[in-house]
């Protein structure tokens, strides 16, 4: 598909050229593959196989990227945007709302008949969960 070339590709599932030969001749597989194929060059696939290639080009290099952040002889300045770039990569730089972290108030509406329809709109709700650190009556003067 063009991302890697096909022994790398091969190299990496550890299967040798029989065996893609072997299922090169499988009508089911060869049917797949070349429908994925289609997709895959089609141009409404344009933006999606872009997308594809950007993430997988990031994927095979990430390694060695985390390597770098640690090397003290690249200038702090790059390691530190190596960092920000694998938080940004890894979501944990707060760019995508963590799972359940709420997100935009919506609305239901409920139309019944000729009734005038029935609008709830409902805010997200914020906990306040910061830790609370209770008075402690031990005297811990008197363990010395």
Not at 39 to 65: F, M, Q, Y
Not at 70 to 87: C, H, N, S, W, Y
């Amino acid at each position: 598909m063009d991302i890697f070339p096909l022994d790398d590709i091969l190299k990496v599932h550890q299967l040798s050229g029989d065996d893609w030969d072997e299922l090169c001749a499988n009508p089911r597989f060869k049917a797949m593959l070349d429908q994925m194929m289609r997709e895959w060059h089609s141009a409404a696939s344009t933006p999606e196989r872009s997308r594809v290639k950007a993430a997988t080009g990031v994927e095979s290099h990430i390694e060695t990227l985390i390597a770098d952040i640690g090397d003290r002889g690249i200038p702090l300045t790059q390691r530190v945007e190596a960092m920000k770039f694998l938080a940004r990569v890894g979501e944990l730089d707060g760019g995508k709302q963590a799972l359940g972290a709420g997100g935009a108030p919506f609305s239901i509406n409920i139309n019944i008949g000729a009734q005038q329809p029935i609008i709830a709109t409902v805010a997200p709700r914020i906990v306040d969960i910061t830790p609370v650190i209770a008075e402690d009556e031990y005297d811990y003067e008197d363990d010395q």
